[in-house]
C-alpha cells in the first residue's frame, strides 16, 4: 500500500469522488457587500474568495495617478484560517504580492482603463477558504465583482486549473492533487478564446502542455456560462426591482399636489 | 399539530429551480429559448453582459458602454441595452455617478489647494470648487481679494459637506462645482445617506420638504441630505447674507422629535436603496406614514422582515 494518495484510481475516479474532467460546484454569490461599489463571492469546491471593488475614484496618493488612464491597484488578502494548518502572512508576504501582481497583469488589457483617466480602480481579494485553484478562484471571482461594479470590460475572464497525471490530464485541481501533478492555470476570454494568462509553477512535459492547454479552453466556457447566467440573473433582479417602484415614476406635478395637502 | 410535507415546497424564486443545466451544445439553444420569452413578455428591457455581441457596426453607432471588433458592436458593460436611431449605448446598472452639467451634487471636501477646494462627489475623480465660484461674505458681487485665499479654510474645512450644482468639465472629465446661489453651500443640522446613483430620479426640484419637519437634499450623485426643516423666512434673502450663518460650523438647537424624524427617514431611504427601488417624493412620503402607522422606533425599519413589509407594502399598496 502506497503512502501517497491515488490520484486517479482504476476506476477513473479522483480523490474527491470526481471523473478527470469534471469541475468542481460553483457557486456565485453577487450580492452587495458592505459599500463597496461591486463585490463577488465565488466558491470552486472547498474554495471561497470574496473581492470587492472601489472606483473608479481618485488615486489615495497622487504620484499614482496616470494622465491617460486609470490605475489599478490589487490588494490580496489570505485569511489565516483558511488553510488547513493555521498561518498568518504578513503583508509584504512575496507569494501574495507576486498573486496580487498576477491578478493586476491579467486584467490590465481587459479592463478599458482609457476611458477613466487620472483615477484608480482598488480590487481587495479576501481568500476566505483556500483547497486548490486558489488563482482561478481569483481571476473568477474579480471579473464577476468588476462587472458587478459597472466597470466596462472588454470580455469576462474565465481562469481553470488543469494538470496531469502521468499521461491523463485532470481539470480543476484540489489542494491534494496540486501538491502531486504538474498543473498550469489558463485564463481566457471565452469570446475571442484569446488567452490573457498561463501560469505554471511546475515542471510539465512539453507534449502535454498542448492538451491540458485546449481542455482548459473548454473548461473556461462552462465556467464563462455560469458566470454569465449569475450576472444576467442579478441584472435582471434590480432591474425588476427598479420597475417594481415605477407606481411613483411620475413625480412632478402630481408630487406637489400631494404636498399641498399638507 | 403537525404536518408533514414529503417533499419541501420548490420556491420560484431559488436560482437552482431557474437554471437547469444542459450539455454545452444543448445549452446554446435553451439561452435562446430564454431571451425569446423574454422579448415575447412584453419587456422591452434587453439585458446584456461583458463581451456580448449587440449588432453590426457597419449598421449602428456605438455609445457608451460599447466597443467595437471585428465590425460588431460588443457591449462592456452589464446592465440594459438602449437604442436611439442608430446610436446603441450600454446602461450599467450599478456604477459611480456619472456628472451631466447642472445636476445638483452633494460633496465633501476632501482637499484645500490654493485657490480651490476637493469635493468627493462619488464621481470617478474628486471635483473641483473654485474660490472664485462660491458666495463670499460680504456681498455677492464683491472682489476676491489675496486675503479670501489665505483664509479659505474659514468657508470650507476638509470633512465639511456642501451642496453645489455641476458647472462645467475640464479637458480630463472632472467636474467643476459652484455654488453661487443661496440655496448652495454648506450643510449642517443633519445626517448624509449614501445610496447608488441611478436611484435618485430627476426631479423638478431636488430640494424637498417633507410634513415631518424634515428638508431632504437628493444629490444625483446618490449622496443624500437629511436635515431639520429651515422655515423660509427664516432662510437668508439676497440682502442680508449673512457669512456667520453660511459658512456656520455650529448646529443649530435640534429638539428630539425632530431627531427621530430625520433618523427615520434616513432608515427610510436605507431600506428603500436596500431592495433598490427609486426614490421619489411621494414614495418617501408613503413610506414615512407607513412606518409611523407601525408605532415603532426608527431603529425597527432596519430589520429585514420590517424592511421587507415596507417595500411590499408601498410597491404593491
Redesign the interface.
Known sequence: MASRIEILNDGGFRSDGRRQYELRDITIDLSQQGHADGSAIITHGLTQVLVSVFGPREAKQRRETIHDRANINVEVNIAAFSTGERRKRSRGDKRISELASTIKSTFEPVILTSIYPRSQIDIFVQVLQQDGGLLQACINCTTLALANAGIPLLDFVCAITGGVHSTSPVLDLTTLEENDIPHVTVAMMPRTGKVTLVTMETRLHADRFEEIFRLAIDAGKVIHKEMKSAVRHRTDALVTAMGSGSRFAVSGEMAEEQMKDY | MIAFVSFPVPSVNT?AY??ARHH?DV?EDALMDLDDEVEASGSN?K?T?????LTSAQAFMRGH?T?V?NEEV?S?????VERVNKLVTVK?????YNPEVGDLVVGRI?EVQPRRW?V?ANS???AVLMLSSVNLPGGVQRRKLESDELQMRNFFEEGDLLVAEVQAFFS???MSLHTRSLKYGKLRNGQLV?IPP??V?R??SHFISL?CGVDLILGLNGYIWVSKHVKESEQEGEEGFDAEAVYSNRNDEIDSATRIAISRVTNIIRV?A?????L????L??SYEWAIEQEGEPMDLLHDDVGEALVHA??RG
Open positions: 436560482e431557474a437554471v454545452l445549452e428591457l439585458l453582459c461583458p463581451g456580448e455581441s458602454g466597443y471588433d460588443i462592456s458593460l452589464a446592465g440594459t450599467a446598472i450599478r456604477t459611480r476632501t476637493k468627493d470617478r475623480q474628486d480630463d472629465g472632472a449614501t441611478i436611484l430620479r426631479l423638478k410634513p428603500l436596500a431592495h433598490f427601488v427609486p421619489t417624493d411621494v414614495l412620503l408613503e408601498i410597491t
